[in-house]
Structures are given as structure tokens and as C-alpha cells.
């Protein structure tokens, strides 16, 4: 959409016209209003956030901000930040950088795909074209084509030189690109070549099954005879948007909702606090990354003293870690009948297993009472000094 942290911040839910594909940013800035247009993808995801994440953030008052937290409140620009930078993390994305980045990037996709340059400055909110220009991060070559392009559009009615003198290309280099058209002998080597190794590039990675990177590329060029640099081939692949088979991932998915299991009552309500031992467990699941593999660990904790009551540690995800963990805690502690337990876990379900953790059916207390909820963002935070403190 291309709008600024501060402005994303502070979008109302009146400022949002779905039916018209549009979003009204106020007072942006420069203290200026402007209508900024959103794709059908875009507002598909915005319409799920408004029917099914956003009435569990909300809290009263609702004060129309459209984007919560967990807690109901509005997000603080540094935590949008490293959110996104976050999730740039796990998508595998390599550049560095957060919402600034995807600014970046939106514009330079658009120019790349033809659109003109003062649309983008108007969606941008930036007062001079200038400005746009250099936010661009689009190459020379697709920037010299896209300039060629729009002359070839407008020519006739604006003509050549005063679209120039708007545009950042001289009248001489628009002629010489088109003289290149018709004749290809007139462009630059490094042009040529490139045109020929893609060629070697793009047949090299198929042969292959699509697998080489760009290291295995280079030395299979070399094998064949083809003096190249490994810059060159990067280069040329990233042009080619071809990119070879990463082993493994970097990160594993250990919350798996399940829309139709059934859910226990929310007894919790994100309320963190325990008055006594053994009034309110907290339990959960995370991983860690090892040479033969991840690691999963499966934890129980009191709220009260914040330490591990319960712990299981597996090489697989499978359905009755939480419940191992859960019933060591249960044999440490011995649950007295007039002081009922209350345990809390979030919503996710394992393969084969198609209840949340916190249903037992096996040694179970009956004296223990099993709560739900989506206070992930609270338990989480409360589980990481006690898992400091027990590593």
C-alpha cells in the first residue's frame, strides 16, 4: 500500500472503503490528506482481520484504531518495526530492513511493471518527483525501458523534448535506445554477453532439476569452459528470478490452530496472576535448532514462583508431548481438592491429535480445571525468564 509506519498506525476503521478498494490516510506527511488504492489481496487479508482477529484484540472503548495488539492497544512504530522484520526473518527474506523495505520495494514494483512515475509519487505522498525517483531502487536498464516506454505512449501528443525535460533521460538517449531496437549490434558488450550467459545460465539450472544455486551454476560454466565471474552469475540469476534448493528451513511451526476441535472456556482472560502455588499453569511448546535437527521442548509453568513444574523434550512433534510434560507436573505437585488448579495453553493441535493440550483423558485431577485462550503474546513473555532460569 505503501504507507509510512506512523500512518499505518493510526488508520481508523472510517478511513477504510473496502467496496471502493480505497484507503484515506489524514493528515500524513506534510500534514496532507490522500487516497491511496489497495489490491484485491490486500483486501481480502484486511477483511479476514476485521471478522476474525480483530473483535478478540479489541478492548472497550474500541476506539476505531484498525491495526491491535494482543493487549487491544495501538501498536508502538518500533514494535510494527520489528514485527515486520520478524516475519521478513522467517519468509526467508535476506535484505535487511522492515517497513521501510517494503515501501521500497511497492514502488520499485510498480515502476518496473510500467505504472507512471507521478502515480507513485502521489501513493508515496512525496512533494516533488525527484524525490520518488530516488526512492526507486529499480535498475538503470528497467528504468531506461519504462522511460522509453512512456515516451513511445506520449510522443505523439507531448512530444519528444518537452517529455524529457519532465522526465530524467536526455532527448539523445531516448534516441539511442530506439536505434538499438532496430539495430542490436549497437549495444553495449556487457549487454551482448549478458543476453548469451543468460541463455547458458537459464540451461545449466534446468538440466539440473532446478536445483543449483548460484555457486554450483558458476562452476558448472566453468567445467563447460565459460569464463564468468560468480558476481556475474548472481546477477544474472537474480535477473532471471531463478535461485537454487535450500536444505531445511529456518524455523518450524510448533502452534497449529484447529478451527473444529472443540475449545475449553477462556478462564484466564489474560490475566496473569497467581495468589498461591499451584493456582494457575501456564503451558507451551518451542523448538531448538541443533546439528542433527530441531529439538522440541514441552513445559509447564507455575505462575506463582515462575518455575518449570513440568518438562518433556522430544525429536518429534508429536500429540502427547504437552500431555507428558503436563503429567510430570501433576506427579511432582499433588493437587489438594479444596485448592483447584487452573491450567492454560494456547490453541494448537498436533498431527493425529485432534484436541488442544489441555483435554487429558489419562491421570488426569479432576480438580483440575483446563482453561483456553489467545493470551499467547502474555504467556510467552511470562514463560522466558523461567526458561532462563532453569537453563
Not at 518433556?312 to 500429540?319: E, G, N, V
Amino acid at each position: 500500500m505503501g504507507l509510512r509506519r506512523m500512518e499505518l498506525i493510526r488508520l481508523r476503521l472510517y478511513d477504510l472503503d473496502l467496496a471502493r478498494g480505497v484507503v484515506v490516510v489524514r493528515e500524513g506527511k506534510g500534514q496532507k490528506d490522500r487516497v491511496v488504492p489497495i489490491g484485491e489481496r490486500a483486501i481480502a487479508w484486511l477483511e479476514k482481520y476485521l471478522d476474525e482477529a480483530r473483535p478478540e484484540f479489541v478492548a472497550e472503548p474500541d476506539e476505531g484504531t484498525v491495526f491491535l495488539t494482543r493487549r487491544g492497544r495501538p501498536f508502538h512504530p518500533n514494535n510494527l518495526s520489528r514485527l515486520t522484520r520478524d516475519y521478513l526473518v522467517a519468509a526467508g527474506i535476506a535484505k535487511r530492513g522492515a517497513c521501510h523495505l517494503l515501501r521500497h520495494t511497492m514502488a520499485t514494483g510498480m515502476l518496473e511493471h510500467g505504472a507512471d512515475a507521478r502515480v507513485i509519487q502521489e501513493i508515496l505522498g512525496h512533494a516533488r518527483l525527484t524525490t520518488t525517483q530516488l526512492y526507486t531502487r529499480v535498475s538503470i536498464r528497467l528504468l531506461k525501458a519504462v522511460t522509453s516506454h512512456f515516451i513511445d505512449k506520449h510522443r505523439e501528443k507531448f512530444g519528444v523534448e518537452p517529455i524529457c525535460a519532465v522526465l530524467p533521460i536526455a532527448p539523445s538517449l531516448y534516441y539511442e535506445l530506439k536505434a538499438r531496437e532496430r539495430d542490436p549490434h549497437r549495444r553495449p558488450g556487457r549487454a551482448r554477453r549478458d543476453e548469451t550467459l543468460c541463455e547458458q545460465i537459464y540451461r545449466v539450472w534446468r538440466e539440473n532439476r532446478e536445483v543449483y544455486g548460484v555457486r554450483k551454476v558458476w562452476k558448472q560454466l566453468w567445467r563447460e569452459g565459460q569464463t564468468v565471474a560468480r558476481c556475474t552469475v548472481a546477477r544474472l540469476m537474480r535477473r532471471l528470478g531463478l535461485a537454487g534448493v535450500v536444505r531445511g528451513r529456518k524455523f518450524t511451526v510448533t502452534t497449529i490452530p484447529e478451527p473444529a476441535a472443540a475449545r475449553p472456556p477462556d478462564l484466564v482472560t489474560r490475566q496473569f496472576k497467581a495468589m498461591r502455588p499451584n493456582q494457575l499453569w501456564v503451558g507451551d511448546l518451542t523448538y531448538v535448532a541443533t546439528w542433527r535437527g530441531f529439538v522440541y521442548v514441552a513445559f509447564v509453568i507455575d505462575v506463582f514462583s515462575r518455575r518449570i513444574v513440568g518438562w518433556r523434550a522430544s525429536t518429534s512433534l508429536r500429540s502427547d508431548l504437552a500431555l507428558d510434560a503436563l503429567e510430570q507436573a501433576l506427579y511432582d505437585r499433588p493437587i489438594i481438592a479444596a485448592e483447584p488448579l487452573v491450567h492454560h495453553s494456547d490453541r494448537g493441535v498436533q498431527p493425529k491429535f485432534n484436541r488442544s493440550s489441555q483435554h487429558r483423558k489419562r491421570g488426569c485431577d479432576d480438580d483440575t480445571k483446563k482453561a483456553f485462550g489467545t493470551g499467547r503474546a502474555s504467556e510467552t513473555t511470562l514463560a522466558r525468564p523461567a526458561l532462563g532460569s532453569a537453563a
